[in-house]
């Protein structure tokens, strides 16, 4: 915004005319750079079956989506959702504390597909507990049964660091004796044996448990989750060419010759180093290749590692509905029950609201669009009518309207986009930003998402024209001429952009909140023309 001139009266110079008929005056803007921005973000992400590859382009940009948010110290909060409403798991609700492992066999030689060995999906409701493991009770040995939470209970027993856990040992008991069904082997039918030179053999679905899982340690999560695997043959099984995945973007293999002896535990652990992974011995390392989801649902800026984080609740896979309804998912969110029931704490009075709609179909919801923008817009009082920043919608879809109806607004070699038409109506409505999801790099529409949430602004209107040639730009902390910075360099940190008589800085060179831009100039010459003198 524009700064009082008094504020930095000693940096204001008049000019005055030179010894011939060419005049020129030196001119002065002071600005000053917009204040801390308060915004929630809801981030409304496509998971039906053709988004894979969005979705992980999404959860690799985080750093620079809040590029700009660390520099200005933004008070954000960021929440997930999905389009998908019909489904009870999404239909609204803030995703977290939600997440599969699946252990995979070695690849088919003639089909490349993965057998899976054994998978385990857990959400909220197995009630994780910040340094505390989940433990399979030990009389569980197929792996029909390793996925029903009356099967797994929180740890009692201590460990290393003073977690609570048996990582590498047996479990005590939960007090789970379900019955099992005669005709249930807990094979998948898949023959992947295979014995090694050794004598060990590669597993069969029916040899091998995930037995225990630390999804949200008591130190650090990058160093400290981890996950153990029960063998329950009487056969030494060689992991050479299994995997650790998840249906988003994790996938870790084991290292060539890893082994369990039967009857024995393995621990995969994010670090092999104990004295960092809270105390775990003898762990092979699976470092960023495979993280677990805990139970947050909404990034603020303490959360520890929230780049992680970001990337575990964009990326949620390709379950969804392909009836995409962002608007009514969004809405479902933001009303009674979920907003003061599992969505508690993410709307704030005080904050502007931003929506960010990433979806490669157009929106199906049952209500017309100007009923979605005046529910929105509700939310944030009269100010959002007028007021674009408290409440703005911004759309990464397929952004052209295409010739014909039914071609794609976009293609890729990902696959094709349909056009958003409702989301892009919203986002020109409301001046959030429209950019192309068929895009191959996502970094530069997250940063630029990023930038204007931020509230900073990148461009100042100058109140004269200048000599582009004399343009200097000084940056200041406050008021006080003392509070001098540096002088920018044009063309490196700023260009001129004449057609709309702007400064714009560059990536990177964004002046911080609340610091002033004194622009000196010298105006364009006007000559005199002594001959048109009376």
Known sequence: MRADHSLLAALLLLGGCTDYDFYSQKHTDVFQQNQRNVVDILLVVDNSCSMIEEQLKLATNFDSFIQYFDGVDVDYQIAVITTDTNQEQFSGKLVGGDDEIILLGPPNPETGDYPVLDRVEYTSEWGLTQGVALSLDP?????????????????????????????????????????????????????????????????????????????????????????????????????????????????????????????????????????????????????????????????RPDTPNADEIFAELVAQGISGSGIEMGLEAARMALSEPLLSGLNAGFLRDEANLAFIIVSDEDDTSPYPVDSYLRFFTDLKGEEAYRNHQRFSISSVVGDEEPEFDGEPSCSSPDGEASYGSRYVDLSRRTDGLIDSICDEDFSPIALELGLTLSGLSVEFALSEIPDETTLEVSLYETADADSFVETLTKDEDYVYVPDLNVIRFVEGQVPPAQWYIVVEYELQPTFNDPSSEG
């Open 139 to 299: 009389s569980v040995t197929r792996s029909a049964y390793n996925d029903i939470l009356e099967n797994w209970c929180p740890a009692t027993d201590s460990y290393g660091a003073g977690g609570l856990g048996t990582p590498g040992a047996a479990n005590p008991s939960c007090g789970a004796n379900g019955p099992m069904p005669d005709d249930d082997t807990g094979d998948s039918g898949a023959d992947t044996a295979d014995s090694g030179g050794d004598g060990a053999r590669t597993p069969t679905s029916s040899d091998i448990l995930i037995s225990e899982i630390m999804a949200d340690a008591g130190v650090d999560d990058a160093a400290g989750e981890w996950v153990e695997l029960r063998n329950v043959s009487d056969a030494t099984l060689d992991l050479t060419g299994c995997s650790l995945a998840d249906t988003g973007r994790n996938f870790w293999t084991f290292p060539d010759g890893t082994q369990i002896a039967p009857g024995g535990y393995l621990v995969a652990a994010r670090s092999d180093d104990s004295a960092a992974n809270g105390g775990v011995e003898g762990a092979v390392a699976t470092g960023p290749d495979f993280t677990l989801n805990d139970d947050l649902r909404i990034i």
